[in-house]
């Protein structure tokens, strides 16, 4: 079974920062990480922050300058650190992927269960 586990949120003050792991587990050869979502109470999830095909990166206007995302596909590992925490940037956070299984098979758009960030004022 593949999944996709997120690690390293928590509660944490205003200006202060947390760096989020996302590590895919079971039968699987290599990820190709997509990005980190968000979903806060109440409103849609949303593209906190993506890797581009061309292996850049791209980020909401929100977070630029604060937040960097960062892989390792062989480690099939994914992170973000995020810097200058403001409590608009509260929400559920979920990294999300395709999965190479042992089998030779793509999974496309693989998520994780998120994990949640507090950021208090």
């Known amino acids: 079974q593949v999944q996709l586990v997120e690690s390293g949120g928590g509660l944490v003050q205003a200006g202060g920062s947390l760096r989020l792991s996302c590590v895919a587990s079971?039968?699987?050869?290599?990820?190709?990480?997509r990005g980190w979502y968000r979903q806060a109470p109440g409103k849609q999830r949303e593209l906190v922050a993506a890797?581009?095909?061309?292996?850049?990166?791209n980020y909401a206007d929100s977070v630029k300058g604060r937040f960097t995302i960062s892989r390792d596909n062989a480690k099939n590992t994914v992170w973000m650190q995020m810097n200058s925490l403001k409590p608009e940037d509260t929400a559920v956070y979920y990294c999300?992927?395709?999965?190479?299984?042992?089998?030779?098979?793509?999974?496309?758009?693989?998520w994780g269960q998120g994990t949640q960030v507090t950021v208090s004022s």
């Open positions: 079971g039968s699987i050869l290599r990820i190709n990480a």
């Open positions: 890797f581009t095909s061309g292996g850049s990166t």
């Open positions: 999300n992927a395709d999965v190479l299984s042992v089998g030779m098979r793509w999974l496309y758009d693989v």
